[in-house]
């Protein structure tokens, strides 16, 4: 079985993919660079990372390529499983330096572009009959036809944005103005869609070489903080045919290889997300092999054809801090239900963390977190 290196360990969302693929039988080497990181990241504490590499600089460094170049050549052949944004990217920059030493599923910057594109997306999904929300010109001082309306930049991560920054919802023209005026600071030509009801869930995939779907989960919100509208802080595992065929041809449509989760609301796309997204210890509560998956498809094992699906329904997955701040503000706002659902979720909603057999990354990210020191993204 290859080596996996998993980077960008800071990430909370490292843990499940590290842990999963040493109950498999891999050997894991988790990779964090010191500038974006305190000096033992949560994973650092993991009893499933074989070994733990601490590289100097940052990862937005010139030299960041050749210095994780090297660490892959001292194994043969290892699997290079990257968590962040900026390694991503990096690695789909330089995957012709990479290639001979070390296997990964990556797209290619044009398509790793496009994906991160929320317009792009909405406009290839349309292409291939995929529905997505209706958009509005309002270039030129133009207004919407009707309100609520979002509005969002093109790429809101591309541009370093926090989640709370990366959208603004008007209800009315006054509303809208100011909102214009505050996204135009990011884009100056930022996308303008009705507001979409209903349920926000997403379908996550692997996608091998081919463009083929190794592996296929779903998960649904249940609360999100900030509740306006923000990351998950409590979610539950579903499937549903119909989005994972809306999902596939759009990423096909894209030529997209590699991991992302294609987000919903009211069975419309809202966007890609073409990396590890905030919500996937999930995949670890409710037993999917997304994370083999990967690796197997990254280091050429032949794959069935049909996609994984074999992940349990109805697995709930809470943040402990972020569901309890989501909680509090639920009750200041006097949303009774989702009140009474977050207590009912402290004893039936399993903490995305912790674990009895491996408890020391949930009490080093607890300690971090409290102490502002990164413990928490």
């Not at 209706?134 to 030129?140: H, S």
Request: charged share 30%; glycine share 8%; aromatic share 10%.
């Amino acid at each position: 079985m290859p080596v996996v290196i998993v980077t960008d360990v800071r990430y909370r969302t490292a843990l499940a993919v590290i842990r999963p693929l040493r109950k498999a039988g891999y050997t894991v080497v988790a990779v964090q660079t010191a500038r974006e990181s305190p000096k033992n990241p949560p994973a650092f504490s993991s009893r499933c990372v074989d070994r733990r590499v601490m590289l100097d600089g940052s990862v937005k460094d010139e030299d960041y390529a050749s210095r994780l170049l090297a660490l892959c050549g001292e194994y043969e052949r290892p699997v290079l499983f990257p968590i962040g944004a900026d390694t991503l990217a990096m690695l789909s920059k330089h995957r012709a330096a990479f290639e001979p030493v070390c296997d990964f599923l990556v797209s290619a910057p044009a398509v790793l572009d496009a994906a991160n594109d929320k317009r792009v997306v909405a406009d290839t999904a349309r292409r291939v009959g995929v529905p997505v929300p209706e958009e509005f010109d309002c270039t030129d001082g133009k207004k919407p036809p009707r309100y609520p309306v979002f509005l969002k930049p093109r790429c809101g991560e591309k541009l370093g944005l926090h989640a709370e920054q990366r959208y603004a919802a008007a209800e009315n023209e006054a509303a809208f103005v100011e909102a214009y005026r505050k996204m135009s600071a990011y884009d100056p030509a930022p996308v303008v869609q009705e507001r979409v009801t209903g349920d926000g869930c997403g379908l996550c995939l692997v996608m091998d070489k081919t463009h083929k779907p190794v592996c296929v989960m779903g998960h649904k919100r249940i609360r999100e903080y900030p509740i306006q509208g923000g990351p998950s802080a409590c979610c539950i595992s579903f499937y549903d045919e119909t989005l994972e065929r809306h999902a596939v041809r759009l990423l096909q449509a894209l030529d997209f290889t590699g991991v992302a989760m294609v987000e919903f609301k009211g069975g419309r796309v809202l966007e890609i997300n073409p990396r590890i997204w905030g919500s996937f210890p999930l995949t670890e509560v409710c037993g999917s092999r997304f994370a083999e998956a990967y690796v197997r498809a990254a280091s050429g094992e032949e794959t069935p054809d049909e996609p994984d699906r074999s992940f349990r329904r109805g697995k709930r997955m809470r943040f402990l801090l972020n569901d309890t701040l989501a909680w509090l503000s639920c009750l200041k706002a006097r949303r009774w239900r989702d009140v009474c659902g977050g207590l009912l979720d402290v004893f039936r909603a399993k903490e995305a963390l912790f674990r009895f057999t491996d408890q020391k990354p949930f009490w080093r990210y607890l300690y971090l977190t409290v102490r502002g020191k990164g413990g928490g993204v």
